[in-house]
């Protein structure tokens, strides 16, 4: 079992995924290893999304995190709360020092990066319902993510849950 995380720290893991991608395969199984082997994981649920701006909830859930875990996904960009969550996570790691490890879950990595495909299709929607600006910040997270070490699952269902579990619990224990 890893240690428990830091009294600054409520989790040791949040993860930040689009649910119509991959919350019912991917996402839940990578949630249930994580907190069958003791790691303090948050992962919001279907309810906290009612609203249209990043609750307070997630947002005191990232910053109350060891590790942020960015399943980047064919549709993550398309959705503007998790692209908020993602500015809050960079914040938190450059503030905090807080570790983010991108997922590249059934997407390749080279996309993500160029914001080519379907997240530049998703990015370029968003400038029309919130501004250059707004889609300017959220191109600069994603490439600063999708930069980070992180791991390439293309075309996986939930081979790599239990790998990725291993490689967190090192994490927690080094």
């Known amino acids: 079992m890893p240690p428990p995380p830091s009294s600054s720290h409520k989790y040791h893991v949040f993860l930040s995924f689009r649910g119509e991608d991959t919350r019912k395969t991917f996402t839940d199984h ?11 994981t948050f992962r919001d649920d279907e309810e906290l999304r009612k609203g249209t ?33 993602l500015l809050k996570i960079l914040e938190c790691r450059e503030q905090h020092g807080q570790l983010v490890i991108p997922i590249f879950y059934d997407v390749n990595p080279s996309e993500v990066r160029r914001q080519a495909g379907t997240f530049d299709k998703a990015l370029s929607k968003h400038k029309k319902r919130f501004g250059k600006e707004k889609v300017a910040r959220w191109k600069a997270a994603v490439k600063e993510a999708a930069n980070l070490s992180g791991r390439d699952l293309q075309n996986v269902e939930d081979g790599y849950s239990n790998f990725l579990k291993l490689d967190f619990l090192t994490f927690l224990y080094w």
């Open 30 to 40: 990578l949630y249930s290893n994580l907190v069958q082997a003791g790691v303090n």
């Open 53 to 85: 701006e990043i609750r307070s909830e997630l947002i005191q859930a990232i910053e109350d995190s060891m590790i942020s875990i960015v399943i980047f996904s064919k549709n993550y960009a398309s959705s503007s709360w998790c692209l908020d969550e």
